[in-house]
Structures are given as C-alpha cells and as structure tokens.
C-alpha cells in the first residue's frame, strides 16, 4: 500500500502538553512529526475549553455535574502511515495512554498530495 499521510489534532490542559508531546515523539520518533528532514514537528495554539462532566464521569479536572473551563491547547501534527492504518491507531493509542483525560478530544484527517 502507498504511503499514507494523516493530520492528528487534538486538545489538552496546557500544562500536561510537553509531556504529552515529549512521550509521543519518543514512542513513535519516525511516524510523528516528521515533515521532510524535520523531526517533532507540531502546532500548538492556546484557547479555553469548556465541558461538564455527567454523573457516570471520573474527570482528572473539575467535578461532574459543573460546567468547567480549561486553559488547553490545540496540538496539531502530521502522522505518517504506511497505508493500512497501523501507526495511526498506535499512535492513538499512545496518546490515549498518556493523556490525562478520561476522553480525549480528537479528530484526524487524511491529508491529500495535490
């Protein structure tokens, strides 16, 4: 299968961003933001997150049922897939594990050669 190339985005507290990105390129140095002769390449913008936990929710920040704001940023950074999909879902895997959220907010994007 040709090469495949994929836009990760995800949103997390400012303060657990390093470390989420420090563990990510560790585990995954040749798949994750690697653009050309670059490596640990990502976008980080800062912004206000908001979500109210339920009930049935274990929240790492703020307390179910109260609506709660964050300080997060928005990390964007390419992934690089050898066609089937397998480093994707590793590396969302990855970040699902060293994450601090019990869901982590995310989309991921085919990106396409014109």
């Known amino acids: 299968m040709p090469p495949v190339r994929f836009k990760l985005v995800f949103f997390t507290p ?15 140095p040749q798949t994750l933001g690697k653009i050309g002769a670059y490596e ?9 997150g908001q979500f109210k936990p339920t009930a049935e929710a274990n929240p790492a920040i703020g307390k179910p049922g ?9 990390v964007e950074m390419v992934v690089n897939d050898g066609g089937d999909k397998k480093e994707i879902r590793e590396v969302l895997g990855a970040l699902k594990e ?6 982590v907010a995310y989309d991921v994007y085919r990106l396409e050669d014109v």
């Open 14 to 28: 400012a303060s657990s961003t390093r470390t989420i990105l420090d563990q990510l390129f560790a585990r995954h």
């Open 66 to 74: 109260e609506l709660e704001f964050v300080e997060e940023d928005r």
């Open 40 to 48: 640990q390449c990502a976008f980080v913008s800062r912004g206000t």
């Open 98 to 103: 060293v994450h601090p959220y019990e869901e």
